[in-house]
């Protein structure tokens, strides 16, 4: 029987008891009815995969005793130390940008960075219960890695240069050369932008082939944003 699985913000190795958060032991001891001396699996977000054993079964700060813990891999960690990051445009529909957090956090996303574009139409972005949403995804998918959600970032000069990786696609749909994503990508570290409701701007595009990104394209149909970003990360995850 697979163990309950919850987050914990931070995790030493030289740790041998733990105090879960309060939603966390409200979880475990009032909605579970988990007792004394039963085990569950905890995860930092960072790799690390710690079983534990209930010593106080407390609603407000239910304490665990850690029988054992290691550092998993990655789910993406087939080839080495690759990554996949996604910068994709907030949404004005809130909800499908949720979707796209939680479906690109199954998949194994490393890092996705909310961009604000020209045309992005909703500029506010509520921090905590995105993030929120990722560490749900991961936990439902059994995973022991959090994707880097990074603070919301304008799509500018600036911002371009800062990118380093050795793999850098910029996904749009104007009518100029495309190369099909799924011909050009290799087992290294790759970051693709995704634009928003109405694409990116000619000006937006320039500025990113200025900057050493590939144009791509990721089929023959045109895609909602929070799809792409879906495709993009299936596609770049089954390389």
């Not at 030289?14 to 009032?30: F, G, N, P, W």
């Amino acid at each position: 029987m697979t163990l309950p699985f919850f987050y914990i913000k931070e995790f030493n190795p030289s740790q041998k008891e733990i105090v879960l958060d309060e939603d966390t032991s409200r979880h475990v001891a009032q909605v579970l009815r988990m007792k004394e001396g039963e085990k569950l699996n905890l995860t930092d977000g960072k790799g690390n995969l710690i079983t534990a054993e209930i010593a106080e079964a407390h609603k407000k700060h239910c304490a665990v005793r850690v029988i054992d813990s290691r550092l998993t891999t990655r789910l993406l960690s087939g080839h080495g130390s690759r990554k996949i990051i996604i910068g994709i445009s907030i949404l004005k529909n809130t909800g499908r940008f949720e979707w796209f957090l939680e479906k690109a956090t199954e998949i194994g996303v490393s890092e996705i960075i909310p961009l604000i574009c020209e045309r992005t139409e909703k500029q506010k972005f509520r921090y905590d219960r995105m993030n929120a949403i990722c560490i749900s995804a991961m936990l439902q998918s059994q995973q022991t890695w959090l994707p880097v959600l990074h603070e919301p970032k304008q799509f500018n000069h600036l911002t371009i240069q800062q990118f380093y990786h050795p793999q850098k696609f910029i996904a749009h749909c104007t009518e100029s050369e495309r190369r099909p994503l799924s011909s050009l990508i290799s087992h290294h570290s790759s970051l693709i932008l995704i634009g928003p409701e109405g694409d990116f701007t000619r000006q937006e595009i320039e500025l990113a082939l200025q900057n050493n990104f590939v144009p791509v394209t990721l089929g023959e149909t045109r895609l909602r944003s929070e799809t792409a970003g879906v495709v993009a990360a299936v596609l770049l995850a089954n390389r």
